[in-house]
């Protein structure tokens, strides 16, 4: 196809060609950041936990007036839900991955560390706090029950030993955190440092999210054998041995502790998935936000296409016709009108990628976006090339089916 005549015709059609290449240009730039930015939350949706989730419901309670002996009425919970039918086991944490809020604490390997290593989230729980999260050792152990301590007791002993406590406590931390600490090294009976608080790793766990995402973290956490009570923020967590009795198992878990006490506020029961669905809403929302505006840039500019394309088939009657008479095949119509269509949409493509890392530069600044990755361009430019051949395609087969005596007499 000779480009030529094409770019001459163009030539004459600046501000047409220019407003199509300015709008394909914008389409381009938009929907890679919109499709970069679908595919971040998409990820995040499917983040795993490391916990068994849809094993999992959870219940929190909260005590009107002051609790007296909260950590015995907990003690007299834990074994009332043990005893609910279906449940497998039950643990009482402080906090579960995908939570809007989350305690963390930062982690050295020295004392006198001028920066931590890291910042790690802080889970405290109980005995059956590994078995019922289904959390998988990777390394060294579980905590040894003389090692829990109810919370309370560890606040009297840093409140009276100048904030230490009476002896050096267990920890066990993730894979991603215990390489962060000692990379390439066996972190198993290690010592560490929270502040100046030291303590040592017994144990390595395959994985346990972060309840939600630290600076762009999601892997840093440790877990403490320590016991909160109901009125101390303490979740009772239950794992059932059918995920399809989650709900039954829930209504007799809210029985059954209020039978054990019913002065206190039931503040939530809900399964792990519906603690998930309700973290992901926005990021749900966002995503079809995004996706409906793509569709919709695209079906304006496909339209803008059609429209200029049936616009210079009218104009260039005549021009169709006399190269019509003196040769020119259908499908050579069709070529220049395709051609011309590919050339307009490639340079359009070349601006919009400049604009795109513009625009990405822009969302990096103020909404903390990652940069735009190179792979995200390719399809873009794909995506608007079919959809550039498809738009002109019709006015183009009309151009084409121009008969030669009715071109040139019509003009």
């Given at each position: ?124 729980g109980d005995e059956g706090t590994l078995r019922t999260l289904g959390l998988r050792l990777a ?143 926005n990021d749900r929302d966002m995503m079809g936000l995004l996706i409906t505006l793509c569709v ?116």
């Amino acid at each position: 196809m000779e480009i030529r005549p094409i770019l001459s015709t163009l030539r004459r059609h600046k501000t047409a060609a220019a407003l199509i290449v300015v709008e394909i240009a914008l389409t381009c730039a938009i929907i890679c950041n919109a499709l970069f930015i679908v595919g971040q939350r998409w990820e995040s949706l499917h983040q795993t936990s490391g916990v068994a989730e849809h094993e999992l419901v959870v219940l929190s309670l909260s005590g009107v007036g002051k609790q007296v002996n909260a950590d015995a009425r907990a003690q007299e919970d834990l074994a009332a839900l043990r005893a609910v039918p279906g449940v497998t086991s039950v643990a009482m944490v402080d906090q579960l991955p995908f939570r809007y809020g989350s305690n963390n604490s930062s982690l050295g390997t020295r004392p006198d560390q001028p920066t931590p290593t890291l910042s790690a989230a802080m889970y405290v729980g109980d005995e059956g706090t590994l078995r019922t999260l289904g959390l998988r050792l990777a390394a060294g152990r579980d905590f040894r029950p003389d090692e829990f301590m109810n919370w309370s007791e560890l606040m009297d002993q840093l409140g009276t030993h100048n904030g230490m406590p009476l002896k050096t406590m267990p920890l066990i931390v993730t894979k991603a955190t215990a390489e962060k600490l000692f990379p390439g090294q066996a972190a198993v009976g290690r010592q560490v440092y929270m502040a100046n608080i030291p303590l040592i790793i017994v144990g390595v766990v395959e994985q346990l999210r972060r309840p939600n995402n630290w600076n762009g973290n999601t892997s840093y956490s440790m877990l403490m054998p320590l016991r909160k009570h109901y009125d101390q923020g303490g979740l009772y967590v239950l794992r059932v041995s059918d995920p399809a009795r989650r709900a039954q198992v829930l209504r007799d878990a809210v029985d059954a502790v209020n039978r054990v006490d019913p002065s206190r506020l039931v503040m939530q029961n809900q399964t792990f998935d519906e603690r998930r669905a309700d973290y992901f809403s926005n990021d749900r929302d966002m995503m079809g936000l995004l996706i409906t505006l793509c569709v919709a840039l695209l079906v304006v500019t496909a339209l803008g296409i059609v429209g200029l394309a049936s616009f210079w088939v009218g104009q260039r009657t005549r021009q169709i016709g006399v190269r019509r008479a003196l040769g020119a095949t259908r499908g050579q119509i069709l070529g220049y009108f395709q051609t011309e269509n590919f050339l307009l949409v490639t340079l359009g493509i070349a601006l919009g990628m400049v604009l795109a890392f513009a625009l990405n530069q822009l969302l990096m600044r103020h909404y903390e976006l990652p940069r735009l990755p190179l792979a995200y361009l390719p399809v873009g430019a794909l995506a608007l090339w079919v959809l550039g051949q498809l738009a002109v395609l019709y006015p183009a087969r009309r151009a084409a089916a121009i008969p030669p005596a009715i071109a040139t007499r019509s003009a």
